[in-house]
């Protein structure tokens, strides 16, 4: 995928490192390497550009252990992430569910981390098990649970790191007994997006870790597995920076920012950017912004 925006470097998207002095008013936004990230990335340069910000962007940094470090050293500023897989990645031990409680959590856990997050945006993007319809139909599937009777048949696809993360491999066997072998694990590295997809369409997989707000779910007639157990805590959309960047104007920016994504318009912006029009992720952030009138600086 081709990306316009300014400072991209799709080889090495960190460059040479960073700078954690200088100017509040210049701002390294980042994003990890799936659509939705690099879109909601660009969401926020759009809208910093319109209130006077110098933005640069470094898209496509990979995993949230390449990007979090990445923000401690300053290599970028700023990074869309999502509350309850952030809280797992910095306190193993959590055990909120509520979006309240994960809220709280997060914010204790960044205290003395150097980092801080915005106000949640009400848009959610949950981690999700997701099945083709004729498996759900074959093995009668609702949740997850239901899954689990069915484990050593079960070929699961995604991104690495869910092998080892709380909420991936390790919290479905704990939850639900949905016990996943490592030679039925499928590493795909897309976050769930065209190739996990394929393989899951295609029956090269039995299953798959896709977000709820992927528009494949829907053209694809595939079934989304509850989880009534909670294994996958809140995901709300949220700014995460680096403290050294802190300022009102820019809290205030990304604040009015993430209050207008919602859950129906995080799905929006994905249809755009994976749907039918192919829409460039920087191009469709553009037209986002601009369409909720957040393209001029806020009062």
């Known amino acids: 995928m081709a990306l316009s925006a300014c400072g991209d470097n799709k080889s090495n998207p960190l460059g040479g490192g960073g700078n954690c002095g200088g100017d509040t008013d210049k701002v390294t936004v980042g994003s990890a390497n799936f659509p939705e990230s690099e879109t909601v990335a660009d969401v926020y340069a759009e809208a910093l550009r319109a209130n006077g910000f110098?933005?640069?962007?470094?898209?496509?940094?990979?995993?949230?252990?390449?990007?979090?470090?990445?923000?401690?050293?300053?290599?970028?500023?700023?990074?869309?992430?999502?509350?309850?897989?952030?809280?797992?990645?910095?306190?193993?031990?959590?055990?909120?569910?509520?979006?309240?409680?994960?809220?709280?959590?997060?914010?204790?856990?960044?205290?003395?981390?150097?980092?801080?997050?915005?106000?949640p945006a009400p848009g959610e993007d949950s981690d999700a098990v997701v099945v083709t319809k004729a498996t759900a139909e074959k093995w009668n599937l609702t949740s997850i649970a239901d899954l689990a009777a069915h484990s050593a048949e079960v070929k699961l696809a995604a991104p690495a790191e869910f092998s080892e993360r709380?909420?991936?491999?390790?919290?479905?066997?704990?939850?639900?007994?949905?016990?996943?072998?490592?030679?039925?694990?499928?590493?795909?590295?897309?976050?769930?997006?065209?190739?996990?997809?394929?393989?899951?369409?295609?029956?090269?997989?039995?299953?798959?870790?896709?977000?709820?707000?992927?528009?494949?779910?829907?053209?694809?007639?595939?079934?989304?597995?509850?989880?009534?157990?909670?294994n996958f805590p809140p995901q709300n959309v949220v700014p995460l920076y680096n403290t050294a960047k802190n300022s009102d104007k820019l809290l205030k920016v990304l604040n009015a920012t993430s209050a207008k994504l919602t859950t129906p318009e995080l799905i929006s912006l994905n249809t755009a950017v994976s749907g039918s029009s192919k829409t460039e992720p920087a191009a469709a952030a553009k037209q986002w912004v601009a369409a909720q009138g957040l393209d001029k600086p806020i009062a």
């Open 54 to 119: 110098s933005v640069d962007t470094k898209l496509n940094i990979g995993s949230r252990e390449a990007y979090v470090p990445a923000l401690k050293q300053c290599a970028i500023d700023l990074i869309p992430d999502y509350t309850g897989n952030l809280l797992q990645y910095l306190d193993k031990s959590s055990t909120a569910a509520a979006p309240d409680e994960v809220n709280a959590a997060l914010a204790k856990a960044l205290s003395d981390q150097q980092l801080a997050i915005g106000t």
């Open 166 to 230: 709380p909420g991936g491999l390790p919290g479905l066997k704990k939850h639900y007994g949905l016990d996943i072998s490592a030679a039925n694990f499928v590493p795909i590295a897309d976050g769930g997006g065209p190739a996990t997809v394929k393989a899951l369409t295609d029956g090269q997989v039995t299953a798959a870790d896709i977000f709820t707000t992927s528009p494949a779910i829907a053209a694809n007639n595939l079934v989304v597995l509850t989880d009534p157990k909670h």
